[in-house]
C-alpha cells in the first residue's frame, strides 16, 4: 500500500496522475469543476469572474482547449464595453493570443476558427486602415471554415452577417485601398447576403437580441421597411436582462419607432 502510494505520488509531481482533474492552486477546484463554474458565470453575464476562472485554468493547463477559446470569446465581449481605447486594445490583444492558440491546437475545429474570426474582427476596428482591411479580409476564411465544421454555428453565421454588411456597404476610400492592397476584399458581398446570413444566426439561435438588431440594420440599409418592422418587433418582445441587452432592446425601440413615421 505504501509503495502504491510513493509511486502515485512521484506521478503526480511529474504531472503524469490524473492532469485533467489536478487541483488548481489557490482554488480549491478541479479543472472540470473551474470549466463548469467558469461556464455558469458566463451563461449568467459575469463575463470578468468567468474571465478569470478561464485564465486560471489555463495557468495550470495551458493548452486547454475550451478555456482557450471562452477566454479569446471573453477577453472581445469585455473589450467591446470597454471605453478607452488602450485597456480595448489590450483586451483585443488577449483575445487573438488564446485565440491562436486555440487555432493550433484544433485548426479544424468551429470553435477556434470562430475565435479567430471573432478576434480579427475585434481588432480591426481598433487598427489603421491597411491593418483593418487585411484583419477583415481574413475573416471570411476562417469563417468559411467553422461553418464548414458547424453549420449551425449561430455565432459565426452572425459574424459572416455582418462581414457581407460591410464589404457591401464600403466607402470609396475603403474600396479604393482593399483594391490596392487586396487586389479587393468584398468581391461579391451584398446586403441580401448579410440579411440571409443573419436570418440563419436568429433560426439557430433566436433568443439574442444582437442579431435581431443587427438584421433590422441591414433591413433599414436596404430600405425594406416591413422587414424592419416585423424583425425590430421581435426584438423587443425577448425577454432581456443584462445591462448590454436592455441597450439593444433600447435601441430598437428607437429604431421601430422611426421606421413607423
Same mark, same amino acid.
Given at each position: 500500500?505504501?509503495?502504491?502510494?510513493?509511486?502515485?505520488?512521484?506521478?503526480?509531481?511529474?504531472?503524469?496522475?490524473?492532469?485533467?482533474?489536478?487541483?488548481?492552486?489557490?482554488?480549491?477546484?478541479?479543472?472540470?469543476? *473551474? @470549466?463548469?463554474?467558469?461556464?455558469?458565470? $458566463?451563461? =449568467?453575464?459575469?463575463?470578468? +469572474? %468567468?474571465? !478569470?476562472?478561464?485564465?486560471?485554468?489555463?495557468?495550470?493547463?495551458?493548452?486547454?482547449?475550451?478555456?482557450?477559446?471562452?477566454?479569446?470569446?471573453?477577453?472581445?465581449?469585455?473589450?467591446?464595453?470597454?471605453?478607452?481605447?488602450?485597456?480595448?486594445?489590450?483586451?483585443?490583444?488577449?483575445?487573438?493570443?488564446?485565440?491562436?492558440?486555440?487555432?493550433?491546437?484544433?485548426?479544424?475545429?468551429?470553435?477556434?476558427?470562430?475565435?479567430?474570426?471573432?478576434?480579427?474582427?475585434?481588432?480591426?476596428?481598433?487598427?489603421?486602415?491597411?491593418?483593418?482591411?487585411?484583419?477583415?479580409?481574413?475573416?471570411?476564411?476562417?469563417?468559411?471554415?467553422?461553418?464548414?465544421?458547424?453549420?449551425?454555428?449561430?455565432?459565426?453565421?452572425? *459574424? @459572416?452577417?455582418?462581414?457581407?454588411?460591410? $464589404?457591401? =456597404?464600403?466607402?470609396?476610400? +475603403? %474600396?479604393? !485601398?482593399?483594391?490596392?492592397?487586396?487586389?479587393?476584399?468584398?468581391?461579391?458581398?451584398?446586403?441580401?447576403?448579410?440579411?440571409?446570413?443573419?436570418?440563419?444566426?436568429?433560426?439557430?439561435?433566436?433568443?439574442?437580441?444582437?442579431?435581431?438588431?443587427?438584421?433590422?440594420?441591414?433591413?433599414?440599409?436596404?430600405?425594406?421597411?416591413?422587414?424592419?418592422?416585423?424583425?425590430?418587433?421581435?426584438?423587443?418582445?425577448?425577454?432581456?436582462?443584462?445591462?448590454?441587452?436592455?441597450?439593444?432592446?433600447?435601441?430598437?425601440?428607437?429604431?421601430?419607432?422611426?421606421?413607423?413615421?
Amino acid at each position: 500500500m505504501k509503495r502504491q502510494f510513493r509511486v502515485w505520488m512521484l506521478l503526480l509531481v511529474l504531472g503524469l496522475a490524473g492532469a485533467p482533474m489536478c487541483a488548481i492552486a489557490g482554488s480549491g477546484l478541479n479543472t472540470e469543476q *473551474l @470549466l463548469k463554474k467558469a461556464e455558469e458565470l $458566463m451563461g =449568467n453575464y459575469r463575463d470578468s +469572474e %468567468a474571465l !478569470a476562472m478561464y485564465e486560471e485554468v489555463l495557468l495550470a493547463a495551458p493548452d486547454n482547449y475550451t478555456a482557450l477559446c471562452k477566454a479569446s470569446f471573453l477577453n472581445c465581449r469585455i473589450g467591446e464595453r470597454i471605453t478607452d481605447e488602450g485597456t480595448k486594445i489590450a483586451f483585443y490583444t488577449k483575445a487573438k493570443q488564446y485565440a491562436t492558440r486555440a487555432y493550433e491546437l484544433k485548426p479544424a475545429d468551429a470553435e477556434a476558427n470562430y475565435a479567430m474570426a471573432m478576434a480579427l474582427g475585434a481588432t480591426a476596428m481598433v487598427s489603421g486602415p491597411k491593418q483593418r482591411l487585411e484583419n477583415i479580409n481574413q475573416m471570411k476564411s476562417f469563417l468559411d471554415a467553422a461553418l464548414a465544421a458547424n453549420n449551425k454555428h449561430a455565432g459565426a453565421w452572425h *459574424l @459572416l452577417g455582418r462581414w457581407y454588411f460591410k $464589404m457591401a =456597404n464600403l466607402n470609396f476610400a +475603403e %474600396a479604393a !485601398a482593399s483594391k490596392m492592397f487586396f487586389g479587393g476584399v468584398c468581391g461579391e458581398a451584398t446586403n441580401e447576403e448579410a440579411a440571409t446570413a443573419l436570418q440563419t444566426a436568429i433560426k439557430y439561435n433566436p433568443h439574442n437580441i444582437q442579431y435581431y438588431y443587427d438584421l433590422a440594420t441591414i433591413y433599414k440599409e436596404m430600405k425594406i421597411t416591413e422587414a424592419c418592422t416585423k424583425t425590430l418587433e421581435q426584438a423587443i418582445a425577448l425577454d432581456v436582462t443584462t445591462r448590454d441587452e436592455l441597450e439593444l432592446a433600447r435601441r430598437c425601440k428607437i429604431m421601430l419607432q422611426q421606421s413607423k413615421k
